[in-house]
């Protein structure tokens, strides 16, 4: 079974900078793409940041200019570097794989991490 686990949340002050990590695993042959959602509390999840396996990125609005994402396909990680981080910026954050496939042939699926708290203090 796959399994994603991250790590790297906690407290920060606003203006500084946290690193999340995700790493995937289990047997995996490909992901298509992974990403960082986030739910503030009484909010909808949303995308943060998303990375294909050629390395094409996606970001949302608010964090664009402050938040990096990155992987390493060898290890079936994905990073999310937080910078100039705001109070607004605190939620549980996610990470997501989208069309992972364990064998060649197996049919595609999408598995979620079980969240790591970011909180911001003003």
């Known amino acids: 079974q796959v399994q994603l686990v991250e790590s790297g949340g906690g407290l920060v002050q606003a203006g500084g900078s946290l690193r999340l990590s995700c790493a995937a695993s289990g047997t995996i042959f490909s992901i298509d793409a992974m990403g960082w959602h986030r739910q503030a509390p009484g909010k909808q999840r949303e995308l943060v940041a998303a990375i294909t396996s050629r390395d094409s990125t996606d970001y949302a609005d608010s964090v664009k200019g402050r938040f990096t994402i990155s992987r390493d396909n060898a290890k079936n990680t994905v990073y999310l570097q937080m910078n100039s981080l705001k109070p607004e910026d605190t939620a549980v954050y996610y990470c997501?794989?989208?069309?992972?496939?364990?064998?060649?042939?197996?049919?595609?699926?999408?598995?979620w991490g079980q969240g790591t708290q970011v909180t911001v203090s003003s």
């Open positions: 997501n794989a989208r069309g992972l496939r364990r064998r060649y042939f197996s049919a595609s699926s999408d598995v």
